[in-house]
């Protein structure tokens, strides 16, 4: 056995390892919304969106708004609008390549979410794009989902991290965002600007 540890090589082993799934688990995916994922979908202010390249190099970026910011198109499609970031895009970079995605909706306080897997397009204007304006902003760009699956997860993971418990949060316990650019990204400027760049004005430009 190496330091890394006797590796796992085939889904036999695995399978007598973690076992196999319910039929009602394996089985819970489906094709289109259901009225219970329209309403998590209204609720959930943030979402994770994995992709892939062609040669399957890997990228998982957060997306949030207030709630409901995921506009359902139908009971096959949905769209999420793109606010201003760093402009590398490398999710978008993938999909121009792979359009295969998938995505992870959060509400804030439950333990379960919401996974949606698909195939994406970019698209630079529609007219649902007057739906999608926030703070004045109305989006460049949206995410359309044309959706394979759609299910569940259970909320094991959250209760096991605790992380929506308040007692257990340490967020002064990796160095702040100044220091962190400081030290990776932007080492030539002084920790005062930085700490200026992400005080309390960083809200104010989030979407212009």
């Given at each position: 056995?190496?330091?890394?540890?006797?590796?796992?090589?085939?889904?036999?082993?695995?399978?007598?390892?973690?076992?196999?799934?319910?039929?009602?688990?394996?089985?819970?995916?489906?094709?289109?919304?259901?009225?219970?994922?329209?309403?998590?979908?209204?609720?959930?202010?943030?979402?994770?969106?994995?992709?892939?390249?062609?040669?399957?190099?890997?990228?998982?970026?957060?997306?949030?708004?207030?709630?409901g910011?995921?506009?359902?198109?139908?009971?096959?499609?949905?769209?999420?609008?793109?606010?201003?970031?760093?402009r590398?895009?490398?999710?978008?970079?993938?999909?121009?390549?792979?359009?295969?995605?998938g995505?992870?909706?959060?509400?804030?306080?439950?333990?379960?979410?919401?996974?949606?897997?698909?195939?994406?397009?970019?698209?630079?204007?529609?007219?649902?794009?007057?739906e999608?304006?926030?703070?004045g902003?109305?989006?460049?760009?949206?995410?359309?989902?044309?959706?394979?699956?759609?299910?569940f997860?259970?909320?094991?993971?959250?209760?096991r991290?605790?992380?929506?418990?308040?007692?257990?949060?340490?967020?002064?316990?990796?160095?702040?965002?100044?220091?962190?650019?400081?030290?990776?990204?932007?080492?030539?400027?002084?920790?005062?600007?930085?700490?200026?760049?992400?005080?309390?004005?960083y809200?104010?430009?989030?979407?212009?």
């Amino acid at each position: 056995m190496s330091d890394r540890g006797i590796p796992v090589t085939s889904v036999v082993e695995l399978e007598q390892i973690v076992g196999t799934p319910e039929p009602r688990t394996a089985n819970k995916a489906r094709d289109r919304l259901h009225a219970v994922d329209r309403a998590w979908l209204a609720a959930a202010p943030l979402v994770f969106v994995a992709t892939s390249d062609e040669h399957g190099r890997l990228d998982v970026s957060p997306k949030g708004d207030p709630a409901g910011f995921a506009l359902v198109l139908d009971e096959r499609s949905i769209a999420i609008p793109e606010r201003p970031g760093n402009r590398r895009a490398d999710g978008f970079r993938n999909i121009l390549r792979n359009p295969h995605v998938g995505l992870v909706f959060v509400i804030p306080g439950r333990g379960d979410t919401l996974r949606i897997n698909g195939r994406a397009s970019i698209v630079r204007d529609a007219p649902f794009f007057d739906e999608l304006v926030v703070r004045g902003h109305r989006p460049s760009l949206a995410l359309v989902v044309d959706i394979d699956e759609v299910f569940f997860h259970c909320s094991k993971a959250f209760l096991r991290s605790r992380a929506w418990q308040p007692e257990t949060w340490t967020p002064d316990a990796a160095p702040r965002r100044a220091l962190i650019a400081q030290a990776v990204e932007r080492q030539g400027e002084s920790l005062a600007e930085l700490d200026e760049y992400y005080g309390p004005s960083y809200e104010e430009r989030i979407y212009g």
